[in-house]
């Protein structure tokens, strides 16, 4: 590695440090990217990659909605390993209660201009006849979609490699700030910008942040072609995905290309341990089975587990750090960080550009949590 000068230094080859590679060199920066693994090694190939629009706030539902959309635009491009299909989402409710919230989401969906439809029960079965007989319906989003993150990462940073980037795998960053970037083998890159986009391990190089880490488990089936159309999620989905200690699992199931079924999801604070947790394993494959009985006779081939990057309010942190000007922040994507990886690199460039973003961003700057630390 040689002393060139950068006008970027990118830490993290996640997707969202190779979204913001890639955007940056598409504005003419030259770039570079350094991460101590592979491109998409971290919690990027851990994920379902449900590319989602979610409405816990206004601020998510821009995001996730802005980035969507992004990913649509650029699905013509997209290689055919990124596996890219617009299965749509449906949530599915198990009584009145979650029915209720079927009809707000309808409605909060429907009143800013994404697609969405409401099934009775007799349509969500026909729609996903592997469902149990009596659930009492669902929301479907049809825009919503799903790929393979891994490879959809490694997409966008040949890309950016097609411009001006240079990639350094391999490479553990010791330290980063004042635009110098210090890796473990002794060696320094400069830059007028560095971003710290190594996800759940951000505070590592910028102590401070407020960046939890949250693990969750996946399994994978063996190929069952036809079983599963959409992603089906439970609405429960939001409770446990709100819950700020305990463990919690939901109904969380993604149709593959391939035929296999993804299975999730679960989500556990202070667990910081890679290994699979026989328990919480066991729980999250009895709630999907619990919602389609089939799944119990089927081959599971492989579970594993990743790391979300959580901050208290669940919204990424995207935008200058607080302490040093030549330090932008680009992580805290939680369980949204395939699906905002494109809306969180335009930003990201906006600003580092000084141009004007397509969607609001202060809900996303940095700065918001000092704020409320200081009227706590
Ligand atoms: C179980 C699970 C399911 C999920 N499902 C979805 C989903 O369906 N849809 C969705 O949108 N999101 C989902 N997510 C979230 C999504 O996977 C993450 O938000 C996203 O991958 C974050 O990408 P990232 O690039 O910020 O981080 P990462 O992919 O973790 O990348 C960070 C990179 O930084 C590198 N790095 C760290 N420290 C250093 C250092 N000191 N020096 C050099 N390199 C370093 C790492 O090697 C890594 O490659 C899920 C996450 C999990 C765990």
């Known amino acids: 590695m040689n002393k060139t000068f950068h006008d970027v230094i990118v830490v993290g080859a996640g997707i969202v440090g190779a979204a913001c590679a890639d955007e940056l060199a598409r504005r003419g920066m030259s770039v570079a990217v350094v991460d101590r693994d592979l491109i998409g090694g971290g919690a990027t190939a851990a994920g379902m990659g449900h590319i989602v629009v979610m409405d816990d706030s206004e601020a998510q539902f821009a995001l996730t909605r802005y980035s969507r959309e992004l990913w649509q635009k650029l699905r013509p491009e997209l290689p055919d390993d990124v596996e890219y299909q617009q299965s749509g989402t449906i949530w599915v409710a198990a009584d009145d209660e979650e029915m209720a919230e079927v009809r707000r989401k309808r409605a909060y969906y429907a009143d800013r201009g994404v697609a969405v439809e409401e099934l009775g029960a007799q349509e969500l079965k026909s729609l996903e006849p592997n469902l149990r007989d009596d659930l009492v319906g669902g929301l479907r989003v049809p825009g919503d979609g799903v790929l393979y993150p891994p490879c959809a990462a490694r997409f966008l940073m040949e890309r950016a490699q097609a411009r001006r980037t240079s990639l350094f795998l391999g490479r553990n960053v010791e330290h980063i700030g004042h635009g110098q970037v210090r890796l473990s083998d002794g060696s320094e890159l400069s830059a007028q910008f560095i971003v710290n986009a190594t996800g759940a391990s951000a505070p590592d190089l910028t102590p401070g942040i407020e960046i939890k880490k949250r693990k969750g488990h996946l399994v994978i089936?063996?190929?069952?072609?036809?079983?599963?159309?959409?992603?089906?999620?439970?609405?429960?989905?939001?409770?446990?995905?709100?819950?700020?200690?305990?463990?919690?699992?939901?109904?969380?199931?993604?149709?593959?290309?391939?035929?296999?079924?993804?299975?999730?999801?679960?989500?556990?604070?202070?667990?910081?341990?890679?290994?699979?947790?026989?328990?919480?394993?066991?729980?999250?494959?009895?709630?999907?089975?619990?919602?389609?009985?089939?799944?119990?006779?089927?081959?599971?081939?492989?579970?594993?587990?990743?790391?979300?990057?959580?901050?208290?309010?669940?919204?990424?942190?995207?935008?200058?750090?607080?302490?040093?000007?030549?330090?932008?922040?680009?992580?805290?994507?939680?369980?949204?960080?395939?699906?905002?990886?494109?809306?969180?690199?335009?930003?990201?460039?906006?600003?580092?550009?000084?141009?004007?973003?397509?969607?609001?961003?202060?809900?996303?700057?940095?700065?918001?949590?000092?704020?409320?630390?200081?009227?706590?």
């Open 221 to 376: 089936t063996d190929r069952y072609p036809g079983f599963l159309r959409h992603q089906l999620v439970e609405l429960g989905y939001l409770k446990s995905a709100h819950s700020v200690s305990a463990d919690s699992i939901a109904f969380n199931v993604q149709p593959r290309r391939t035929g296999q079924i993804l299975i999730g999801s679960s989500r556990q604070y202070g667990a910081e341990h890679k290994e699979v947790d026989t328990a919480i394993l066991v729980r999250m494959l009895q709630r999907a089975e619990h919602y389609m009985p089939g799944l119990g006779q089927m081959s599971a081939i492989r579970a594993w587990t990743g790391f979300r990057a959580a901050t208290p309010d669940k919204l990424p942190l995207i935008g200058p750090s607080l302490v040093d000007g030549s330090l932008f922040l680009a992580t805290g994507h939680e369980g949204l960080g395939i699906t905002t990886s494109l809306g969180t690199a335009r930003i990201l460039a906006d600003q580092i550009t000084g141009s004007k973003s397509e969607i609001p961003t202060e809900p996303y700057l940095p700065s918001r949590l000092a704020k409320e630390h200081a009227h706590a």
